[in-house]
Each structure stands twice: as structure tokens, then as C-alpha cells.
């Protein structure tokens, strides 16, 4: 790809607009937040763009300005106290998915699927979209807290700061959200096709 | 001399998950390797979680796009 000619880039940087708003969203859970985030990624962009210089394709080095705008917002705000109240994080947590998924002797109820990578650019995009559509099915906290530790990388430390729970909750919520994302994906992806 | 203790395939699900946090212990490792050997059904889930780590990080911007 040639993205030599400025208004094409520019062009481009505009089209990629949904895509970083629905991420940061998925990371903020607040509109207006998403909103500033993605704002001052696309101007820092637009003002940047003539150092893109195409070691990476031109949404990945979106994505880590938008990271960085993401993680000043986020630490901006004042942090939680922790919570200790594990009954309010329950219910939070969609716990009906794990009923079935194990026998009582912790052996899986069901064979699973043998899954492969997306084979075409067409398959892939394909799998984004249900990828983004399991990660909005998360809970505000399990979508926040996997985000901070799988995009933002905060340590485990910061991700139980900035979500008010303790590192014994922080690792039940992690385990659940991926868990329900596989699970997600196993409904909704047709990769045997 | 080791001796190891089974887990089950939920137990597998916690380490995969763990993994993602902090560095297994050796024993942790040893047991993880030694059901997902001879579970099919774990067979399936760790191959799951792999393809759905790889494509997190390429969503998430980490690695290129193919
Ligand atoms: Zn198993």
C-alpha cells in the first residue's frame, strides 16, 4: 500500500474514526470519554501523519495513539477504593455460562471445536466483528479490567487500582471474561466454513 | 522425585487464564502439560484460547494484520 499522497492518508484516517471510537468505548464504557479519546487521537494523527512511516499498517499506529489518549484519561481520574463486597461484584458477572460448561467433576460437558485463524482478509474482518460484539456482551467492569491488562498492559496491581476490586477478584473476573469470550466465539464464529 | 497431582479440565482453564497474569510455577507447567497430553477436550480449548489470544492481539493493534 501506498500512502504517499497526503490527502489519501488523510482520507484514510477518517474511515478508520468508527473502529477506534468502538474500541475505546469497549475500554472507557463512557461515550463522551470515547469521544475525547478519539478526537485527540485522530488530530494528533492528522498532525503526525507525515511521520507515519509504514512499519506498521496505518490502523495499528492509530490503535497506540488512541492507547496512549486512552491511559491519560484513565489516570486522570481519581482511582476506587477497593471493594470488598464480593456480592456486588456477582452480579456483574454472568455466572450462567459456567454452569454448563463443566461436568460436576470438572471435566468438560462438551467436545470442543477445533478452531483455525481467519484464512482471508475477508474471514478476519468477519472475526473482529463478532470479536467486538463478544467483548460489548461483557460486563462495564470484566470489559474494563481485561482491557486494561490485554491493550493498555497495566500490571496486574494498577488493573485492581483502577477497578477497585482486590488481586483474588481481579483474577476472577479476568478467568470469567475469557472464558464467556470463548464461549461467544464458539456460538457465533463459523470457521469451519 | 516429582510427584504430580492430575488436575482437571477446569483447573486447566484457571492456569491458561493465570498464564496471562504471571509466570506459571514449574509444577503449575508440568500438570497443565500433562492433562492437556492426554484430554482431547482440553486439546481443543487450549487451541481455542491460543486462536483467540492471536487474534486479541491483532484486533488490539499488537501484531500485523495478515
Ligand atoms: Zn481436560
Keep these: 500500500m501506498n500512502h504517499s499522497d497526503t490527502s489519501n492518508i488523510v482520507d484514510e484516517i477518517a474511515t478508520l474514526r468508527d473502529a477506534l471510537f468502538h474500541l475505546a468505548l469497549l475500554q472507557l464504557r463512557n461515550k463522551s470519554e470515547a469521544e475525547d479519546a478519539t478526537q485527540e487521537a485522530i488530530l494528533a494523527a492528522l498532525e503526525s501523519h507525515t511521520g507515519f512511516e509504514h512499519r506498521s499498517s496505518l490502523k495499528t499506529w492509530l490503535i497506540s495513539i488512541l492507547r496512549f489518549k486512552v491511559l491519560d484519561i484513565i489516570r486522570a481520574k481519581k482511582r476506587l477504593l477497593p471493594v470488598s463486597n464480593m456480592a456486588k461484584l456477582e452480579e456483574e458477572l454472568d455466572v450462567t455460562v459456567f454452569d454448563s460448561l463443566f461436568e460436576e467433576n470438572g471435566c468438560w460437558s ?33 470489559s474494563r479490567a481485561f482491557l486494561m491488562r490485554e491493550w493498555l498492559e497495566l500490571s496486574p496491581d494498577e488493573t485492581c487500582a483502577q477497578i477497585g476490586v482486590s488481586s483474588g477478584n481481579l483474577r476472577v473476573i479476568l478467568y470469567r471474561a475469557r472464558m464467556q469470550l470463548r464461549h461467544c466465539l464458539d456460538l457465533k464464529w463459523d470457521r469451519n466454513a | 522425585m516429582s510427584h504430580q497431582v492430575p488436575i482437571t479440565c477446569k483447573d486447566t482453564t484457571w492456569l491458561v487464564s493465570d498464564a496471562r497474569e504471571r509466570e506459571l510455577t514449574s509444577e503449575e507447567k508440568a500438570a497443565l502439560t500433562a492433562h492437556i497430553e492426554h484430554c482431547e477436550l482440553c486439546q481443543g480449548a487450549s487451541k481455542q484460547f491460543e486462536v483467540l489470544f492471536r487474534q486479541l492481539g491483532m484486533f488490539l493493534g499488537k501484531s500485523g494484520s495478515p
Design chain 1, 110 to 142: 462438551a467436545p470442543k471445536d477445533a478452531w483455525s485463524d481467519p484464512h482471508s482478509h475477508v474471514e478476519q474482518v468477519q472475526f473482529f466483528k463478532i470479536l467486538e460484539a463478544c467483548l460489548t456482551n461483557l460486563s462495564p467492569t470484566a
